[in-house]
T-cell receptor
Framework: AAGVIQSPRHLIKEKRETATLKCYPI?????VYWYQQGPGQDPQFLIS???????DKGSIPDRFSAQQFSDYHSELNMSSLELGDSALYFC????????????FGQGTRLTVV | DAKTTQPTSMDCAEGRAANLPCNHS???????VYWYRQIHSQGPQYIIH???NNETNEMASLIITEDRKSSTLILPHATLRDTAVYYC?????????????FGGGTRVLVKP
């Protein structure tokens, strides 16, 4: 069965550069979530989209933005990268609002040097 | 969403049942109990969820107390691949703010 696809899997950027992470949800899933996980930390919710509209917002820095496109894929744009942005970034998708059974991708490991 | 309390860590013998407790004493009537786990550096994985009744699937069983203030996740025959951080999450059904909040999970180590 198709899973959540994230690209790239690994990314190395320098400070002050920009990065774009992509997420392709499971077909027919209507909601996408983004999470950031620093070393030794729990996943922290950043932002979510339901039917291409922003649904909820967590601790996402102003330097980050995200959107969901007409084909339901989502992109997380990160500008003015800082060393502290180095983390695993997970995307997840789900279908429906009643029960939240989310499927997570394998993540993008971002390293800022 | 209601706050949950879990043990920080737990060891389990391979082949034995692992019983993971979770307290959620402030749970509301329309809040589900979810269990997810995260194997090292992988994306979190859904295990099971329940509202009032006990639930069982191919991965685990979920036992919810009658007053719904606590629950137990049971892995019937733990394997080394079950070593992970297990998160108990309580979340209202159909919420507009539909995130899952991860925190305070139990680090389970399955030993040979």
């Amino acid at each position: 069965a198709a899973g959540v696809i994230q690209s790239p899997r690994h990314l190395i950027k320098e400070k002050r550069e920009t990065a774009t992470l992509k997420c392709y949800p499971i077909p027919r899933h209507d909601t996408v979530y983004w999470y950031q996980q620093g070393p030794g930390q729990d996943p922290q919710f950043l932002i979510s989209f339901y039917e291409k509209m922003q649904s909820d917002k967590g601790s996402i820095p102003d330097r980050f933005s995200a959107q969901q496109f007409s084909d339901y894929h989502s992109e997380l744009n990160m500008s003015s990268l800082e060393l502290g942005d180095s983390a695993l970034y997970f995307c997840a998708s789900s279908f429906g609002q009643e029960v939240l059974r989310a499927f997570f991708g394998q993540g993008t490991r971002l390293t800022v040097v | 969403d209601a706050k949950t309390t879990q043990p920080t860590s737990m060891d389990c013998a391979e082949g034995r049942a692992a019983n993971l407790p979770c307290n959620h004493s402030t749970i509301s009537g329309n809040e589900y109990v979810y269990w997810y786990r995260q194997i090292h550096s992988q994306g979190p994985q859904y295990i099971i969820h329940g509202l009032k009744n006990n639930e069982t699937n191919e991965m685990a069983s979920l036992i919810i107390t009658e007053d719904r203030k606590s629950s137990t996740l049971i892995l019937p025959h733990a394997t080394l691949r079950d070593t992970a951080v297990y998160y108990c999450i309580v979340r209202v059904a159909g919420a507009a703010g539909n995130k899952l909040t991860f925190g305070g999970g139990t680090r389970v180590l399955v030993k040979p």
